[in-house]
C-alpha cells in the first residue's frame, strides 16, 4: 500500500479540523433581553350607578399593580382579548352599524394609556345596544352598572 500524500493528509485534516471547531464553537453572545412593555391605563368612569366605581383609576399588568378595583381580573379580562386577528377592543364601534335603540344607562368611561404597545384613548358610554356591547365587553376594567 502506498504511504499517504502529506498534501491529501494536510487538506483531510484542515477539513476535520473546521468541521469540529464548527459543531464546538459557542453561540454568538445572546442580545440583552428587551424588557417587556409594561402596559399602563388610566380609566375615568362617571355615574355608574355605584359610587365606589366612578373616580379615575390607574391599571398596571405585566406586572399588576394600580388602584384599579380589579386589578388581576381586568388585567386578564385585556389579555384575553387581545390576540393576533381579533378586533381591538378598544376601537370604536363602527360609523354606520345598525344598534338596538336599547339606553344602557347614563354611565360614562375614558380610557387612555398604553395596551400591547399602543397608544390608548377611548370613550365608552352605554347610550344604544352596540355601546352597552363594547361596555360590557370590557367588564372587569369598566364596572358592571346600575340604571
Known sequence: MPAPRPRRT??????ALAALAAVHTPAAPAQAAVPPVRDHLT????????PVHDGRFDLFCHPTAGNHPRPEAACRRLDALTSW????????VPPGRMCTTVYGGPA??????TWGGRPVNADFSRSDGCRTQ???NLVPLLPRTRL
Open 85 to 92: 386577528g381579533r378586533p381591538d377592543p378598544f376601537a370604536p
Open 43 to 50: 380609566v375615568t368612569v362617571h355615574d355608574s350607578g355605584r
Open 134 to 136: 363594547r361596555w360590557n
Open 108 to 113: 360614562t368611561a375614558h380610557v387612555t394609556g
Open 10 to 15: 494536510a487538506v483531510r485534516a484542515a477539513a
